[in-house]
């Protein structure tokens, strides 16, 4: 009886199988964006994404980056500040806010499998706390959207890295497990495949196209789509967004 009820909780949450269409936010509604950020290449590809942000639909974003990694979060810190100060003079006068937190990394370079599956539990754990508002940011520029860094994100993003997987999969277990409604409308997940991919998926893209939990699957090479259909998730191509 509890698995039937759960697997009809699954087809009523699931993005790619629910009847029911997600509650819309209005236009010109401030949006709470989360960031997830990998390390290298993966942090490059993201900011050279956000550089196209409307930062005045975006008004508080929050970056999650892995523990230890000083670059991502001196790069995240560098980029808000000068998008921030760009915005000053803005007609809207609208600066937003924003968060940087840290997870426990997912998985290390050369780490075993069996330890995998203990690093990517405390990953999980801190993913939950965090879309859940119950983490201390470890840098906060305070505005007067704050307001929206104490709810549920209304939008994840993420472009490849195994953090992202799992943020995206805690997203869903907090959408399958909401029975009174109030992360309706929040929570919405877009990943991106890197650009570096071509032909074929990442394992984290593998994952996410299985399992069909992710609300926007992107591609930035059309000759992924044909070749990577799973269970009726296909990547979506719009062109390149680092190109």
Known sequence: MALAALAVRIYLVHPHLSPRPRQQRHRGDSVH??????????????????????????????YVVNEGDTMSESNARRHEEVYMSLMVNDVCGIQGGYNIMTVPRARNIHQSLWTTTLSALACLKACLAILRGHQKPIYSRRTDTQHLAITYP??????????????????????????????????????????????????SGKLLTATGICDLFLSQWP???????VMGVEPVYRGSFVG
């Open 223 to 229: 000759s992924m789509n044909a070749a990577n259909l």
């Open 154 to 203: 209304d939008m994840i993003v993420s472009n490849g890295p195994a953090t992202g997987a799992i943020m995206i999969f805690a997203a869903f277990l907090l959408r399958l497990f909401d029975l009174i409604g109030s992360t309706n409308g929040k929570l919405q997940t877009v990943y991106v495949e890197s650009w570096a991919r071509v032909k074929t998926l990442s394992l």
């Open 33 to 62: 964006l989360l960031i997830v950020l990998g390390s290298g290449g993966h942090t490059t590809e993201m900011f050279i994404m956000c550089r196209e942000m409307e930062y005045a639909t975006y008004t508080f974003r929050t």
